[in-house]
């Protein structure tokens, strides 16, 4: 049995490391273990395999002046952070040819096409199934001229596997009844899905993994090391793990544990918020599927004891203070759709997607150091392609096919 260090324990971690254990590794996982800060656990659970098309485009960065913080939007470029969104948005730049931007497109739709296979087999091989909901989700609008475009655009996009129909007079009315009638229309899609508890869901993953022999360890991975042909992970602790193979899947930290062994990788921490509420609203028959705002650029989901709403695209660092005017945004917007996180009760988190210039994941084996694996990177799509990235980790472990092309997921796409 070759031995495995998987080093961070979000959702991509995780599955990486129960796939990697099944695939006849015997695996450490490592991670500091507060997992209320990782993006696993803030996002919005939502399974999005319609976003098929990467945010590099110049579509959106000709509508970037209209979507910006300082005009009541979602991106934020805050001015103490420009050394690190300002090279990251010349890449971008780059990575939005329409070239480039179709060859992405190709990429993401490839792995969307796998990810709810992926999920439904991990879930039902880790017993986390009653957290998997194959419901879809809803896009609103609140003002006829934007339904108008929003409507025609959506049901004329390339959605993936994914389908998507008018809302019917029914489904238009129960979302009228539960944000305070704002609902002028909107679209339903299906074959879409949701993560209803992620901190279970995640536990779960876990307790998979030590059921079939895998280890969980609680370490923050200071430096990793080359020496006498084997990596070295060293902890804040004083700990040092070594393995036959080391996969770096510390989401936003990842480019930090990669420099010195492999250099810069242009990682951003795309930051986002959201505010929670314990209330269990929305609930009616099986409760309401994931519901975006399109007018407000957020999305509001029901999990299986509370309910949150998330917005904000903020490029910036992990570490930077939080700017407590998105939340108080993040309130304002609640109010107006009738939801309790309105209250000063709601709970409030930050945290980092983990994003590369061309919006595609890093996928691969380093070309340098043939016992380094890496996985990061997913930008907002992280929770979704997590359990196929956990196949693609394996298949690149044990020399079998992978089921999508990972060459345009490998980093040297950057140098
Ligand atoms: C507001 C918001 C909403 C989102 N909504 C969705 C959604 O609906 N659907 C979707 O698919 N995606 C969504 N995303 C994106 C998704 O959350 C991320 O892409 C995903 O969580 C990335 O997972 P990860 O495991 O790579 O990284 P993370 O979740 O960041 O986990 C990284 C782990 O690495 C550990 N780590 C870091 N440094 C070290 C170190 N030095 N040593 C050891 N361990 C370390 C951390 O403790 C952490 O547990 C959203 C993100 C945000 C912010």
């Not at 991975?221 to 393995?243: E, M, N």
Request: with cysteine; net charge positive.
């Amino acid at each position: 049995m070759k031995t495995a260090l998987v080093i961070g324990a979000g959702f991509v971690g995780a599955s990486c490391a129960w796939q990697l254990q099944r695939a006849g590794h015997r695996v450490t996982l490592l991670d500091p273990g507060d997992f209320t800060r990782a993006a696993s656990f803030g996002n919005a659970g939502h399974l999005a395999i319609e976003q098929v098309e990467p945010l590099a485009s110049w579509a959106n960065l000709r509508s970037l002046p209209q979507r910006l913080f300082l005009r009541g939007g979602p991106v934020g470029l805050p001015p103490r952070d420009i050394a690190a969104w300002l090279p990251f948005g010349l890449r971008l730049v780059a990575a939005a040819t329409p070239a480039r931007f179709a060859a992405g497109r190709q990429t993401l739709a490839d792995l969307l096409s796998h990810a709810m296979p992926a999920w439904r087999w991990l879930a039902a091989q880790t017993g986390i199934s009653q957290f998997l909901r194959q419901d879809g989700h809803f896009v609103a609008w609140e003002s006829a001229a934007s339904a108008r475009r929003g409507k025609q655009h959506w049901l004329q996009a390339d959605v993936g596997e994914a389908r998507v129909q008018p809302a019917s007079a029914d489904e238009l009315a129960l979302l009228r009844a539960q944000f305070n009638g704002r609902a002028v229309d909107a679209v339903r899609f299906t074959h879409t899905g949701q993560v209803l508890d992620l901190a279970q869901a995640h536990q779960g993953l876990l307790a998979a993994l030590q059921l079939a022999g895998g280890t969980v360890r609680s370490g923050q991975v200071r430096g990793l090391v080359s020496q006498g042909g084997r990596l070295h992970a060293r902890c804040d602790d004083g700990a040092d793990h070594t393995a036959e193979l080391v996969l770096v899947a510390a989401g936003a930290a990842s480019a930090e544990l990669l420099r010195p062994l492999l250099g810069p990788v242009p990682l951003i921490a795309e930051r986002g918020y959201h505010l929670e509420s314990p209330a269990a609203l929305l609930t009616g028959e099986g409760g309401l599927p994931p519901v975006a705002w399109e007018d407000r650029s957020v999305i509001v989901t029901r999990f299986a004891s509370s309910l949150r709403i998330a917005s904000f695209t903020e490029f910036s660092r992990s570490e930077s203070p939080p700017d407590t005017r998105k939340w108080a945004a993040l309130a304002r917007h609640a109010a107006d759709l009738g939801l309790p996180m309105a209250g000063s009760d709601a709970s409030r988190w930050v945290g980092a997607r983990p994003t590369l210039p061309d919006y595609l994941p890093a996928i691969g084996r380093s070309t340098v150091l043939p016992q380094l694996l890496y996985a990061f990177g997913h930008q907002h799509l992280g929770l979704t392609l997590s359990a196929l990235t956990g196949e693609l980790v394996a298949a690149l472990a044990t020399g079998a096919q992978p089921t999508v092309d990972l060459q345009p997921l490998r980093l040297e796409r950057f140098r």
